[in-house]
C-alpha cells in the first residue's frame, strides 16, 4: 500500500494562497492521488484528482512532480469556510481489490 | 457528496446489541466502500463490496463485523454485540465499476454511540 505523509495541521490567513504536500514514497505505476475535505461531522468532499503534471478545476490545483513521489495541493485565495481537514488520498481502483488508503490529515485553520 | 445516502444519521446502542448501518449508493454505482473513523483520527478502510459479492475486506475485524451488499437493496454493515470501541463514524462510499483514476463519493457518515 502507498503510505501517504501530510503535515498535521497548518494555518492561513484569509485571502492567502495554501499549499499542502502530501509524500507518497512507494506510489505504484497506476496509482491516482486523489484530495477530499472534510468538515466535522460530514463525509470527506472530493476536491481533485490527478496521475501527472498538473491539474487544475473551479476549487483548486495539483502539481504533481514527474518522480510523483509527493503532490502539492493548492487552494487560492482561501477563506474562512476553507478551515478543514484535507486528506491525500492514494491508490486505483481495480476489479478485485480497492487499496485506497488515507493519511492522517491536515487540518487547515483559516483565519481573518 | 454526489447522492451517496447513509442512514440512520445518529445510533445509540447498548453495549451487547447490534447496530445495523445502511448505505445506498449513488445511482449506477456498483461499489461501495465502507470507512470507520474514529474521533480526530483519519478514515480507517475497512470493506470493499460489490453487488452479491464481497471484494476486499482486509480492513474489517474478524469478529462481530460484517457487511453485504445485495442484489436488490442498500448495503448494510452489521456490527454484532457492540462494545464502547466501536464507537465511531461509519463512512460508505461508492463508486462506479472500477476503471483507472475512478472517484469514490461518500455519504454523510453514520454516527454509532455505544453506552
Known amino acids: 500500500l502507498a503510505k501517504t505523509t501530510q503535515p498535521i495541521s497548518m494555518d492561513s490567513y484569509e485571502g492567502q494562497e495554501v499549499n499542502i504536500t502530501c509524500s507518497h514514497n512507494n506510489i505504484a505505476t497506476n496509482d491516482y492521488i486523489t484530495w477530499y475535505q472534510q468538515f466535522p461531522s460530514q463525509g470527506p468532499r472530493f476536491i481533485i484528482q490527478g496521475y501527472k503534471t498538473k491539474v487544475t478545476n473551479e476549487v483548486a490545483s495539483l502539481f504533481i512532480p514527474a518522480d510523483r513521489k509527493s503532490s502539492t495541493l493548492s487552494l487560492p485565495r482561501v477563506s474562512l469556510s476553507d478551515t478543514a481537514v484535507y486528506y491525500c488520498?492514494?491508490?486505483?481502483?481495480?476489479?478485485?481489490?480497492?487499496?485506497?488508503?488515507f493519511g492522517t490529515g491536515t487540518r487547515l485553520q483559516v483565519t481573518l | 457528496n454526489a447522492g451517496v445516502m447513509q442512514n440512520p444519521r445518529h445510533l445509540v446502542r447498548r453495549r451487547g446489541q447490534e447496530a445495523r448501518l445502511r448505505c445506498s449508493p449513488v445511482k449506477g454505482h456498483s461499489h461501495v466502500y465502507w470507512y470507520r473513523q474514529l474521533p480526530e483520527e483519519g478514515l480507517k478502510f475497512m470493506v470493499y463490496l460489490q453487488k452479491e459479492n464481497i471484494i476486499d475486506e482486509s480492513g474489517m475485524p474478524k469478529e462481530r463485523f460484517s457487511a453485504e451488499f445485495p442484489k436488490e437493496g442498500p448495503s448494510i454493515l452489521r456490527i454484532q454485540q457492540v462494545v464502547r470501541g466501536d464507537s465511531a463514524a461509519y463512512f460508505c462510499?461508492?463508486?462506479?465499476?472500477?476503471?483507472?483514476?475512478?472517484?469514490?463519493?461518500f455519504g454523510e457518515g453514520s454516527w454509532l454511540t455505544v453506552v
Open positions: 488520498l492514494v491508490g486505483i481502483n481495480t476489479g478485485t481489490a480497492s487499496k485506497l488508503t
Open positions: 462510499a461508492s463508486s462506479p465499476p472500477p476503471a483507472s483514476g475512478n472517484t469514490i463519493y
